[in-house]
Nanobody
Framework: QVHLVESGGGLVQAGGSLRLSCAAS????????MGWYRQAPGKQRELVAA???????NYADSVKGRFTVSRDNAKNTVYLQMNSLTPEDTAAYYC??????????????WGQGTQVTVTS
């Protein structure tokens, strides 16, 4: 069994910063790509940023230059550094990971979500 646990969300003023963390634990044979999605009320869930096991990254256009995704493979953790936050970044943020477990099956796992609220 695999668990993804997010932390770091909260309330921040526009222009401020937050750092989200997502730690994976359990029967992990290999941690493949990891990423962050977000879902605002009334909107579809969208990809914010992703990072491969080799460190290649991609970002939604709306966050390029403001957000940085990184990972610590030794800790099975992915991070999202969010700077210059705007009210449009307000959403529930979800961690996502492609994980190969010891049965050698690869599956997509999701965290429970962490709320980010940016006030103007």
């Amino acid at each position: 069994q695999v668990h993804l646990v997010e932390s770091g969300g909260g309330l921040v003023q526009a222009g401020g910063s937050l750092r989200l963390s997502c730690a994976a634990s359990g029967s992990i044979f290999r941690l493949n790509a990891m990423g962050w999605y977000r879902q605002a009320p009334g909107k579809q869930r969208e990809l914010v940023a992703a990072i491969t096991s080799g460190g290649s990254t991609n970002y939604a256009d709306s966050v390029k230059g403001r957000f940085t995704v990184s990972r610590d493979n030794a800790k099975n953790t992915v991070y999202l550094q969010m700077n210059s936050l705007t009210p449009e970044d307000t959403a529930a943020y979800y961690c996502n990971a492609d994980i190969t477990t010891y049965d050698l099956f690869s599956r997509i796992y999701w965290g429970q979500g962490t709320q980010v609220t940016v006030t103007s």
